[in-house]
Structures are given as structure tokens and as C-alpha cells.
């Protein structure tokens, strides 16, 4: 097979390992970006362990409360994460200088940036297991533990759910110049209710819509419920939904943003 010419995107067969080639290359790039980065100590390090040290039972034989709490405390922590790691990625790469690069390269911008936000969601996610174990095991609980096949399905669609979150995230942030204050503005009104680490019933009845439109707070409610053994197919649909959902939205604002760069000449926040 001829090789494509400079400049000229590949098509075919080969097309589909070049996508996975940039995907790979941007996740490890993000990974390694978010390694050195100060806010995954505490976003994914002190944050849930702090909250698992004061809200984890004492009592070894209560695993029910104990998988409660461990699912709710590391689903709301990985909403920080987004926020903070993967909602940053256009603005930092704006400031860096390297967007300009991608938006005028010869790989899809779109793609680079879900490489990028996968990279910082599954770093993100192996720091809140990492802690999410030890804990546990420092208090010596017991822990209610799904069937491994729906738990690596739980874990994908989350993973897949935050990334679709964190693309969506890091367009709407970059498209207006208060970004920064308006992710400070949902961090905690989600937390609160987001439905992850609060019960359903304690959030009002006229609020609680809220938490439906939250993937993170179904990926809970899915890992409680295959932990349990119940039924938990409808907060898997819900979970799929509306990471396709987030991601159409994700794909529409950044080619806006990218556009805005064509039409304008620049990527400033004017």
C-alpha cells in the first residue's frame, strides 16, 4: 500500500490505526501532564481519602454501608477531577501555545482532545482505586464486590462517561472568558446534588432532575446495584445515553471554538 502524501489524512485500513495511534499518543502525553500536576494530589489523593477516613463504618461485618460510602465517595471524587483535569485541557493547551498547533494539523483536533481527556480521566481513575484499596484495607472492611465481568463493565462506561463529561466540560470552559469561576460555580452544587455522594431522598423533590441529568451519579447507582445483585440495566442505558449525549454536545462546541479560531485568525477569548 502506497503511503499518503504529506499533509493528506489516511484512508482505509489504515485509517483506523492511525485514530488509535493519536488516541494513545495524546492519552499518554495528558497522563503523563496530570502526573506532575499539584491538583491530582488533592483532587485524587487527599480529597477521597479524607472523605473515606470520616465517612467509612468502623464496624468490619458493616459492608453494605461500607460499599455505599466507597462507591459514593470515589464517583463524587472523580467529578472533581473533571473539572479541574480534564474541563482545564483547551484552556491549558491555550495558554501553552499547542492548540494552534493542533487545530491547524493534519490529525482531527476532535481527536486529539478525546485522547487527551481519556488520558486524564483513566490517570484520574487509577489514583481514586489506588486509594479506594487502601483505606479499606486500613480499617480492615469488607467490602460487597460485583461479578468481575459487570464490574469491568461498570468501570468502561464510566471511564467512557467521564470522558464524554470532561470533552463537554473543557469546550464550555475555553468558550467563555470566566471558565475558571464557572467550573468553581458546579463543583460543589454538584456534589451536593449530583445524586453521587448525597441519597436521592435527601435532595428536594424539585431538585432532584438534577441528578438525572449527572452520568457519574448512574455509574454509582450501577456499581451499588451489581454489588447488591440487583437489577441494573436501566442506570447502564442511562449511563450509555447520556455519554452519547455529552459527547455530540462535547463535538458541536469544540467545532465552534475551532471555527471561531479560522474566521478570527486567533484562539484569544475575544
Known amino acids: 500500500m502506497r503511503a499518503p502524501a504529506p499533509g493528506v489524512p489516511p484512508t482505509g485500513p489504515g485509517a483506523l490505526r492511525t485514530h488509535l495511534a493519536v488516541l494513545w499518543a495524546s492519552a499518554r502525553i495528558q497522563a503523563v501532564l496530570t502526573l506532575h500536576s499539584p491538583a491530582v494530589v488533592i483532587l485524587a489523593g487527599v480529597q477521597p481519602a479524607a472523605l473515606l477516613l470520616i465517612?467509612?463504618?468502623?464496624?468490619?461485618?458493616?459492608?453494605?454501608?461500607?460499599?455505599r460510602v466507597l462507591v459514593?465517595?470515589?464517583?463524587?471524587?472523580?467529578?472533581?477531577?473533571?473539572?479541574?483535569?480534564?474541563?482545564g485541557i483547551v484552556r491549558r493547551d491555550l495558554v501553552?501555545?499547542?492548540?494552534?498547533?493542533?487545530?491547524?494539523?493534519?490529525?482531527?483536533?476532535?481527536?486529539?482532545?478525546?485522547?487527551?481527556?481519556?488520558?486524564?480521566?483513566?490517570?484520574?481513575?487509577?489514583?481514586?482505586?489506588?486509594v479506594g484499596t487502601a483505606v479499606p484495607l486500613l480499617f480492615g472492611l469488607r467490602l460487597r464486590l460485583p461479578p468481575p465481568l459487570l464490574l469491568l463493565v461498570g468501570l468502561v462506561m464510566t471511564v467512557v462517561s467521564?470522558?464524554?463529561m470532561g470533552m463537554?466540560?473543557?469546550c464550555v470552559f475555553v468558550l467563555t472568558r470566566h471558565g475558571v469561576h464557572l467550573g468553581n460555580a458546579?463543583?460543589?452544587?454538584?456534589?451536593?446534588?449530583?445524586?453521587?455522594?448525597?441519597?436521592?431522598?435527601s435532595i428536594p423533590p424539585g431538585l432532584r432532575w438534577i441528578a438525572w441529568l449527572v452520568p457519574l451519579r448512574w455509574a454509582k447507582e450501577y456499581m451499588v446495584d451489581?454489588?447488591?445483585?440487583?437489577?441494573?440495566?436501566?442506570?447502564?442505558?442511562?449511563?450509555?445515553?447520556?455519554?452519547?449525549?455529552?459527547f455530540l454536545a462535547g463535538a458541536v462546541l469544540f467545532g465552534k471554538v475551532v471555527d471561531r479560531a479560522r474566521r478570527r485568525g486567533t484562539l484569544e477569548f475575544t
Open 168 to 170: 463537554l466540560l473543557s
Open 162 to 164: 467521564a470522558v464524554a
Open 96 to 130: 501553552q501555545g499547542t492548540m494552534t498547533r493542533s487545530v491547524v494539523g493534519v490529525r482531527d483536533p476532535q481527536l486529539v482532545l478525546v485522547g487527551k481527556c481519556a488520558g486524564a480521566v483513566l490517570f484520574t481513575c487509577g489514583a481514586l482505586a489506588v
Open 226 to 246: 451489581v454489588s447488591f445483585g440487583r437489577p441494573a440495566g436501566a442506570s447502564l442505558a442511562a449511563m450509555a445515553v447520556l455519554a452519547a449525549l455529552h
Open 186 to 201: 458546579l463543583l460543589y452544587p454538584v456534589y451536593i446534588l449530583g445524586g453521587t455522594i448525597l441519597p436521592g431522598g
Open 72 to 87: 459514593s465517595v470515589l464517583v463524587t471524587c472523580l467529578w472533581g477531577g473533571l473539572v479541574w483535569m480534564a474541563g
Open 55 to 67: 465517612t467509612l463504618p468502623r464496624d468490619p461485618g458493616d459492608r453494605d454501608t461500607a460499599t
